[in-house]
């Protein structure tokens, strides 16, 4: 068990190391994710075939995934974006407003009731967003990007969310990176031509940091994962990953001295999101307790 919490916490940094490589990385932010999945689809396939867990799907199951991989794909490219047009807290802080979104969203899509307590924490994510663009100019054009990006990766929780009940999870990362990889593929002649890129081809150093952004952050990342499953019940590991902006954030002061380049409007509007955070965990560390809470004795 010990392990199993080890392993989750590392894939957890490994998470937050994610917008690191976003900002190191010299390449656009189209560029960063089309090589990222293409890397990505590739190890995994790799893993799998050779570990014989590739697994046959009918290709319209594969068309599936591969459908919700394109917003996953897109979501990084927005991200990338975000991070390149601001910095790594700003895009990394849009990013909470997935809950917001998915909230708004799921219900809608899956012809299902609004949760009230939900969408109230939501609004306060909402609320630090909104004061942070209000009264901070600076990183304007980044928000709107990391707010797209947050929308994108709603939606591909919601789709992500039906399919992962039918079929394996490695199959279904697999076939995700892959249609990820088709979806930015498609739109990235139009992003290179209003977003132009200096080069198309990663340098030496920008090789390595997608190499290990593809190897470390995406396929151990999901293996590290995978292997917490087995010993860890996945409401912890949901929750545990609610603390990912927080580990960005942290990584980016400390490696980028970003704290320098941050206004108090920022951490204000942080700290509402923070107990955003921590109140959806108190709510659903309630509720799981609840529904396994033994029934009394008759």
């Not at 299902?112 to 307590?117: D, G, I, N, P, R």
């Not at 390595?208 to 292997?227: E, G, R, S, W």
Request: with cysteine.
């Amino acid at each position: 068990m010990k392990k199993a919490f080890i392993l989750l916490h590392g894939a957890v940094l490994l998470a937050g190391f994610t917008g690191v490589f976003g900002r190191l990385i010299t390449l656009n932010a189209a560029l960063i994710s089309w090589y990222r999945l293409m890397f990505s689809g590739l190890l995994l396939l790799v893993i799998l075939a050779v570990t014989g867990k590739l697994e046959k799907i009918p290709f319209k199951d594969i068309a599936r995934i591969a459908f919700a991989g394109a917003f996953l794909g897109l979501h990084w490219v927005f991200f990338y974006a975000s991070i390149k047009y601001a910095n790594i807290s700003v895009g990394v802080v849009c990013f909470s407003l997935t809950s917001f979104f998915t909230a708004i969203f799921a219900p809608l899509l899956n012809r299902k009731k609004f949760s009230v307590a939900e969408l109230l924490l939501s609004a306060l994510t909402l609320c630090g967003i909104g004061l942070i663009f209000g009264l901070d100019a600076t990183y304007r054009t980044g928000i709107l990007l990391g707010i797209i990006s947050s929308i994108l990766v709603a939606f591909y929780t919601v789709f992500n969310e039906r399919i992962a009940r039918e079929f394996k999870s490695e199959t279904i990362t697999l076939y995700t990176m892959l249609g990820g990889f088709v979806g930015v593929s498609i739109v990235l002649p139009v992003s290179l031509y209003i977003f132009p890129a200096a080069a198309f081809l990663p340098s030496i150093p920008d090789l390595a940091y997608l190499l290990i952004l593809a190897l470390a952050c995406t396929v151990l990342l999901y293996l590290m994962v995978t292997q917490a499953l087995r010993h860890i019940p996945a409401f912890t590991v949901n929750l545990s990953f609610s603390m990912e902006p927080l580990y960005s954030i942290v990584l980016a002061i400390w490696l980028f001295k970003e704290n320098r380049e941050l206004s108090a409007a920022f951490y204000f509007g942080l700290g509402l999101i923070v107990l955003s955070v921590v109140l959806q965990m108190f709510r659903v560390a309630a509720q799981h307790k609840k529904l396994n809470f033994p029934a009394p004795n008759p």
